[in-house]
């Protein structure tokens, strides 16, 4: 153990820590009830709580309004770093859209308006806003937020007032800075990585539309008509079916699975890890099964470039359905029913970043959605999927697209293994810093 004075000599901070409740240090705005009829495509984006993940905001699928009925709700604008707390939402167990969500508004973000359902949280004089946002991220929030919910079994509900009556121990501003200077360093570079990883696949999905839908490459080829469209000589239509082996996802019962993480288990794939628009959801629902429960089925364990396709959505809010998620890691996770299994064959030199761009364009997703089951629930049979369309060009032209593009998924890969680690470092200091049980040391440009 250091001494008082050896603390001293490495610059650290013994100020009091002083006790305070949320509400006497916080200015706080509740979202706006905007109205459906208002949306558009284009103009001043509206923040719901469907659009907040883990730690911001996704901007992909945001509704506007137009800028002149914006003018009119300034007060319901968002700036750089405010912190939106949601006010309704589901318990816990999914944590895809549980109440009392923290989450901090980033720079793309600004001048973006919050709707209803959350509020905008911004500290006053002598608040540090970035330290402000880990306090609220710490999981001694979240467990006193869910100890004030109120709500049905999946509807859950609190109150401005449940927050700001939140205390906590807020210690002085030089040492606030300096634990959201050390936290923020970890989510800088987490940021940076998702920043990479989104230039990398934009990259990937530039190159495939100009091998496979311009065919800009091979433009000195003779063409010929397709029931997809011109097409090289050479190139033919094909089927989903001659690419892949396609398995649907297991039935497990719901008492053999595990709310929390235990040695020897499997992370469930269900249909909350498959974002919209396409993509894995690291923070999807939660759920885990014992390995040696698994034994008669190990066809349904993840591999590395395996894709997992949504096979039922709600009719009256299709989003996922037929999207696809690409798996980044090997025997960590199980398929769960209602998500179908894609794992290519490669008997073709088609492999997986192909698939999975192709399975999340516009024109694919459009097609096998227009040949789902329709009733209460929208779904997709195994046969339709098989059988859905797709240009197969020569095997050599498949070889060279892989040549070029599977390294920029592999980075990808690596990167998202580092942001976990980066993250579990994050969440293992954060409440050890926030309870004074780290220390940090005072530069003077945080003073």
């Not at 409440?431 to 049980?437: D, I, R, S, T």
Request: net charge neutral; hydrophobic share 35%; with cysteine.
């Amino acid at each position: 153990m250091r001494s008082d004075n050896d603390w001293g000599r490495l610059g650290m901070s013994f100020s009091e820590w002083k006790e305070v409740k949320l509400g006497d240090i916080c200015n706080f705005q509740k979202g706006y009830a905007f109205k459906s009829k208002d949306y558009q495509v284009h103009g001043r984006k509206i923040i719901k709580v469907s659009n907040l993940n883990n730690y911001s905001v996704d901007l992909s699928e945001c509704v506007c309004i137009e800028e002149c009925k914006a003018d009119n709700h300034q007060q319901y604008q968002l700036c750089k770093d405010d912190i939106i707390i949601t006010t309704v939402g589901s318990w816990p167990s999914n944590p895809n859209s549980v109440v009392g969500k923290v989450i901090k508004v980033q720079q793309e973000v600004e001048k973006s308006l919050l709707n209803q359902n959350a509020v905008r949280v911004r500290g006053e004089q002598n608040i540090d806003q970035k330290f402000l946002f880990f306090s609220l991220k710490n999981k001694i929030f979240f467990e006193y937020i869910i100890g004030t919910a109120q709500g049905a079994a999946n509807q859950a509900s609190i109150t401005q007032n449940d927050i700001k009556n939140y205390q906590f121990d807020l210690p002085q501003l030089h040492e606030q800075k300096a634990i959201a200077k050390t936290l923020s360093c970890l989510d800088d570079k987490i940021e940076l990585n998702n920043r990479i990883n989104k230039t990398l696949e934009e990259m990937a999905k530039v190159i495939f539309n100009s091998w496979f839908v311009d065919f800009e490459p091979f433009q000195e080829s003779e063409f010929e008509d397709s029931e997809l469209g011109r097409i090289p000589n050479g190139w033919r239509v094909g089927t989903l079916d001659e690419c892949i082996d396609f398995y649907n996802g297991y039935a497990f019962k719901s008492k053999e699975l595990l709310n929390c993480e235990a040695k020897d288990c499997y992370k469930v794939f269900k249909m909350g890890h498959i974002k919209k628009g396409g993509g894995l959801n690291y923070d999807g629902t939660r759920s885990w099964i014992e390995k040696n429960k698994c034994e008669s089925i190990l066809k349904h364990v993840l591999k590395t470039g395996d894709l997992l396709m949504c096979m039922t959505d709600m009719k009256g809010n299709v989003a996922l359905l037929a999207h696809t998620a690409l798996m980044n890691e090997s025997d960590k996770y199980i398929v769960n029913q209602r998500v179908g299994l894609l794992k290519v064959n490669n008997k073709l030199g088609i492999d997986f970043p192909y698939l999975y761009i192709l399975t999340n364009s516009n024109a694919f997703i459009e097609n096998l959605r227009g040949r789902a089951n329709s009733g209460v629930q929208v779904n997709l049979s195994t046969s339709e999927i098989k059988a859905s369309k797709l240009i197969i060009a020569p095997i050599e032209v498949n070889k060279k697209f892989n040549e070029a593009v599977i390294p920029m998924f592999q980075q990808m890969f690596e990167a998202v293994k580092e942001n976990q680690i980066l993250t579990a470092i994050r969440d293992s200091i954060l409440p050890k810093l926030m309870n004074g049980e780290i220390r940090v040391p005072i530069e003077e440009n945080v003073q």
